[in-house]
């Protein structure tokens, strides 16, 4: 089975930090994403990428950046965290041949 | 731009009740449509999906039918378990890019609870 591994199940981080979140894959996926997930909001695409070294904003990208150094690696950043950016956020891959996407368990992030 | 739209949540049923859970979509062309599935303290997994218009996508006892005339896709399942507590996502897909990236829009889930 594909595996989609988040480093971290929970993160508490203060205000203006800057926080790295890390997933990994290992069925040599090419397409990642991340999604943040919040109560009545469902889930929101904020970047994607579709190869090594290339990446588009999904549909809430401000306040956040990624990056895709190794296929199998899709890191999330917030580049000054804010407790509005604290929420669930979950990681996914899958083929470009295939509808399904794999997802992570999910990192819980809190900022104080 | 393209939206799901579910049905208000939490739904509580007993078990062996009768679920539906209602997801409207819209969007241009002919997306891909899905459910997933969450279980408490873990990531999504895809529970069914349809690609066309009529197509029936099935697992585990759970059933949805594309209807493009009502733009919907509706979950059912006959006779729930303890075990489907969980939240259900409906969602759409269009194709982005020539690589085949595939941007999924969801709904905003519905938490169903079956007591015993």
């Known amino acids: 089975d594909v595996k989609v591994t988040q480093s971290s199940r929970y993160l508490v981080k203060r205000t203006g930090e800057k926080v790295f979140l890390e997933c990994v894959q290992d069925?040599?996926?090419?397409?990642m994403f991340w999604y943040r997930q919040d109560p009545g909001l469902g889930l929101r695409l904020i970047y994607f990428?579709?190869?090594?070294?290339?990446?588009e904003k999904g549909d809430i990208p401000e306040g956040y950046s990624v990056s895709r150094e190794k296929k199998e690696r899709f890191s999330l950043i917030l580049e000054s965290a804010s407790t509005n950016q604290t929420s669930m956020y979950l990681c996914?891959?899958?083929?470009?041949?295939?509808?399904?996407?794999?997802f992570g368990s999910g990192t819980r992030l809190t900022v104080v | 731009g393209d939206s799901v739209t579910q049905m208000e949540g939490p739904v509580t049923l007993s078990e062996e009740a009768f679920l539906t859970i209602n997801c409207t979509y819209t969007?241009?062309?002919?997306?891909?449509l899905f459910w997933y599935v969450q279980y408490p303290g873990e990531g999504l997994q895809l529970l069914l999906k349809?690609?066309?218009?009529?197509d029936k996508g099935s697992n585990k006892g759970f059933e949805a039918t594309y209807r493009k005339e009502t733009t919907s896709f509706h979950l059912e399942k006959g006779s729930v378990q303890v075990s489907d507590s969980a939240v259900y996502f409906c969602a759409l897909s269009h194709f982005l890019t020539f690589q085949g990236a595939q941007k999924l829009v969801f709904g905003q889930g519905t938490r169903l609870t079956i007591n015993p």
């Open positions: 069925m040599d996926h090419e397409n």
């Open positions: 990428s579709y190869d090594v070294k290339m990446k």
């Open positions: 996914a891959s899958k083929t470009g041949a295939d509808y399904g996407y794999t």
């Open positions: 349809a690609t066309k218009a009529d």
């Open positions: 969007a241009t062309g002919y997306p891909s």
